[in-house]
């Protein structure tokens, strides 16, 4: 496990904690019947389960423990790249309505850009130093978002084949 630039404290604070993580990620292997069902076994009252180990980290063992090829890494990187093309900000974005909402829209693009989700996910994350990655970097840094994001979203998610939870899970 890495926490990238985190540094050693998420790291320590999370290993202290692996025998509260391994059945989460038993849990997973045997397979969640959905998506949310997969992110909220990490969280609790709001907050993360586990200390040190926030949804940028968890959606990562949520990809790959899974046995659902649907379920992808959202990680603040991703989130940023959905910020830029969808004018929406990240940073309340973990949660789980967020979650769902960013699994929305990359299916979406994916199917927009005739790719897999697991591609467009890619594509989102990008390279450190790449233009994609730089391009995203400056927008998000000049442009603090959109107000109302959380109405904006329910407006957006609440209908359709696969709606988002209601507000509560906001």
Same mark, same amino acid.
């Given at each position: 496990?890495?926490?990238?630039?985190?540094?050693?404290?998420?790291?320590?604070?999370?290993?202290?904690?692996?025998?509260?993580?391994?059945?989460?990620?038993?849990?997973?292997?045997?397979?969640?019947?959905?998506?949310?069902?997969?992110?909220?076994?990490?969280?609790?009252?709001?907050?993360?389960?586990?200390?040190?180990?926030?949804?940028?980290?968890?959606?990562?063992?949520?990809?790959?423990?899974?046995?659902?090829?649907?379920?992808?890494?959202?990680?603040?990187?991703?989130?940023? $790249? !959905?910020?830029?093309? @969808?004018?929406?900000?990240?940073? *309340? /974005?973990?949660?789980? &309505?967020?979650?769902?909402?960013?699994?929305?829209?990359?299916?979406?693009?994916? $199917? !927009?850009?005739?790719? @897999?989700?697991?591609?467009?996910? *890619? /594509?989102?994350?990008? &390279?450190?130093?790449?233009?994609?990655?730089?391009?995203?970097?400056?927008?998000?840094?000049?442009?603090?978002?959109?107000?109302?994001?959380?109405? *904006?979203?329910?407006?957006?998610?609440?209908?359709?084949?696969?709606?988002?939870?209601?507000?509560?899970?906001?």
């Amino acid at each position: 496990m890495a926490w990238g630039g985190q540094g050693k404290t998420n790291e320590q604070s999370a290993w202290a904690q692996s025998q509260a993580i391994r059945p989460l990620l038993t849990a997973l292997r045997q397979g969640m019947p959905d998506a949310l069902s997969a992110y909220k076994l990490f969280i609790a009252n709001k907050g993360n389960l586990i200390d040190g180990l926030g949804p940028s980290y968890f959606t990562k063992l949520i990809h790959f423990f899974s046995p659902h090829n649907d379920f992808h890494i959202v990680d603040n990187k991703v989130l940023e $790249a !959905l910020q830029v093309l @969808t004018g929406l900000p990240h940073r *309340q /974005r973990a949660t789980p &309505g967020g979650y769902l909402a960013a699994l929305q829209e990359i299916n979406a693009m994916a $199917a !927009l850009l005739s790719v @897999t989700a697991e591609e467009m996910e *890619q /594509r989102l994350f990008s &390279g450190k130093g790449e233009p994609w990655r730089l391009h995203v970097l400056r927008q998000t840094l000049s442009n603090p978002g959109v107000k109302g994001y959380r109405a *904006q979203m329910i407006a957006a998610y609440s209908t359709g084949a696969n709606p988002i939870p209601p507000a509560e899970f906001w």
